[in-house]
């Protein structure tokens, strides 16, 4: 049996398009989705700004409470804490609303795939496991590594699903998805690392 409609992720995200404010804070983010889900929901939301068009260097600010929310997926707490420096961070409205509006589509239509199967990987080890995986996203995030945001902002979000709805098969390739980005930033390191030789070469 599915999760009620009103505990899916995308309903919970839902109440961030009637904010009139011109600027979202985190804290203010964070406080409006919070709920019996646990950080699922709030995981996702956080995601978010990652996968905003922005100039280079500013998605590795956006992520740096990815940073702060993975350890506390690992240690087991409900209720998110942030620093308030990090809730004070705030991004304009417009364009979350813009790619929201993008995404619950999709959302609705991913989540009616979930249900709750495979609980080993989403109880209290596995939660702790996705933590640990989240985590290790979080670093990649906040360093200037080439082509390294799409994927593993991919695979948060298959946790997040996975999480937020019980079900084992999405945390699952949150995990393949861990892999495809390891490959990706490896290609794209070892390209620029013979980039560089050949230039080498020729100067």
């Known amino acids: 049996m599915s999760h009620p409609a009103s505990h899916t ?16 804070t985190l804290g203010e983010m964070v406080a409006g989705i919070e709920g019996i889900d646990g950080l699922g929901p709030v995981l996702f939301a956080l995601t978010l700004p990652v996968l905003l068009p922005l100039p280079p260097g500013v998605s590795m600010v956006l992520a740096l409470p990815l940073l702060v929310v993975a350890p506390q997926i690992v240690v087991g707490r409900r209720c998110l804490w942030l620093p308030k420096a990090l809730a004070r961070q705030s991004i304009k409205r417009p364009e979350l609303v813009k790619l929201l509006r993008r995404i619950l589509p999709l959302l609705d239509r991913v989540e009616r795939l979930a249900r709750p199967r495979l609980s080993f990987l989403t109880g209290r080890i596995g939660a702790s496991a996705v933590g640990v995986a989240c985590t290790l996203i979080a670093l990649v995030l906040i360093l200037p590594i080439p082509f390294a945001n799409l994927i593993p902002a991919l695979a948060m979000t298959a946790f997040a699903v996975g999480l937020a709805r019980k079900d084992g098969l999405f945390v699952l390739s949150g ?20 980039a560089v030789s050949h230039l080498r070469a020729i100067f």
Do not use: D, E, N, Q
């Open 9 to 24: 992720l995308a309903a919970s995200l839902r109440p961030l398009l009637s904010s009139r404010k011109a600027r979202l």
């Open 175 to 194: 995990y393949a998805l861990i892999i495809a980005a390891a490959c990706v930033i490896a290609l794209g390191v070892h390209g620029i690392a013979v």
